[in-house]
């Protein structure tokens, strides 16, 4: 149950990643931040509001999406608008994270967290041995991929949004506003990092530093699944996810405690292993012979 709680909340994150990363073709660092927002904001909603712990999701999707588009509108659009590399901008996104980072541990010490780690495992309801987080994160993770390709395949807007993320200066001369449709993309990538950190205070210890490791799986669930790829990131972000925390109590088990210690060093491996013998991954276009965008579906 662990693997597949921890799971889930992975692929929404990668799904989040995709989204970015076809907008602007940039890997954005500040996404664990997010994470980690939302995760702080469905704490609040039970320990300071003392709502009902799953309203604290919705709210975690809502400050999720909230914080990426006053960061988009501010920071991201303007650089965007202004031409600014692709490295530049990745630059940009490593300083939202350590600001966003040091923001979240002002307001850690600011609710006078007991512990160094926040959790709200202890709230969840039960259903014989199984535990609430399970079926409703698996539930998230699943209906997230499929509204997302519905969209994409079967909606006007999303014929839209591929229309830009195929070539945005056509897209604006046929009628769409590519500023719009980037702008509704922030949001959503957003909701999803946020709603993937209200599911992980339900079953793993998170603390303001959260963000920062958690990117490291990210990356490879991206690279695993194929970074162009919907489909990829579903499947990356499950295997990456489930082989994370297996992996880790198998070692645990076998071997001794101690190695949970070094459970960062599996999405590490991955990385290295993907980018060594498989560098567009699962289902990921080969750059030299992309033919359209139907394969990334």
Same mark, same amino acid.
């Given at each position: 149950?662990? /693997? ?10 990668? !799904? ?25 904001? $469905? ?28 960061? &988009? ?5 303007? =650089?965007?608008?202004?031409? +600014? ?13 350590? =600001?966003?980072?040091?923001?979240? *541990?002002?307001? @850690? ?19 014989? !041995?199984? $535990?609430?987080?399970?079926?409703? &994160?698996?539930?998230? %993770? ?7 390709? @519905?969209?994409?395949? $079967?909606?006007?807007?999303?014929? &839209?949004? +591929? ?8 897209? *604006?001369? *046929? ?29 793993? @210890?998170?603390?303001?530093? $959260? ?8 990356? /490879? /669930? %991206? ?9 990829? %990131?579903?499947?990356?972000?499950? =295997? ?16 001794? /405690?101690?190695?949970?210690?070094? +459970? ?13 013998? %498989? ?10 012979? +992309? ?7």
């Amino acid at each position: 149950m662990a /693997a597949f709680t921890f799971a889930s909340a992975i692929i929404l994150l990668t !799904e989040s990643f995709y989204l970015i990363y076809k907008s602007t073709k940039v890997p954005y660092f500040a996404l664990g931040t997010i994470m980690t927002t939302g995760a702080y904001t $469905s704490y609040s909603c039970k320990k300071i509001i003392n709502l009902p712990v799953y309203l604290g999701y919705p709210a975690s999707f809502f400050i999720g999406a909230l914080l990426m588009l006053i960061i &988009s509108v501010i920071i991201l659009e303007p =650089l965007i608008k202004r031409g +600014r590399s692709l490295v530049e901008i990745t630059l940009a996104t490593i300083g939202l994270e350590i =600001l966003i980072q040091g923001l979240i *541990q002002i307001y @850690h010490e600011y609710i006078k967290v007991q512990y160094t780690n926040i959790m709200i495992r202890e709230y969840d309801f039960h259903i014989g !041995e199984v $535990s609430g987080a399970f079926p409703i &994160s698996t539930l998230f %993770a699943m209906s997230s991929f499929l509204i997302l390709r @519905h969209i994409f395949k $079967s909606t006007r807007i999303g014929c &839209s949004i +591929r229309a830009v993320w195929d070539n945005a200066e056509l897209a *604006q001369i *046929q009628g769409i506003n590519p500023i719009r449709d980037r702008l509704m993309i922030w949001g959503f990538s957003g909701g999803l990092a946020g709603l993937a950190g209200g599911i992980m205070t339900m079953w793993f @210890h998170i603390n303001p530093l $959260s963000g920062s490791w958690v990117m490291i799986t990210i990356f /490879a /669930a %991206a690279i695993f699944g194929g970074v162009d790829s919907l489909r990829g %990131a579903f499947l990356g972000g499950l =295997l990456v996810g489930l082989g994370e925390i297996l992996l880790t109590i198998w070692g645990q088990n076998i071997i001794g /405690a101690w190695i949970g210690n070094y +459970r960062t060093f599996i999405p590490f491996l991955i990385i290295v292993l993907i980018m060594r013998f %498989a560098p567009n991954g699962l289902f990921g276009q080969d750059i030299n012979k +992309r033919d359209g965008m139907r394969n990334a579906f």
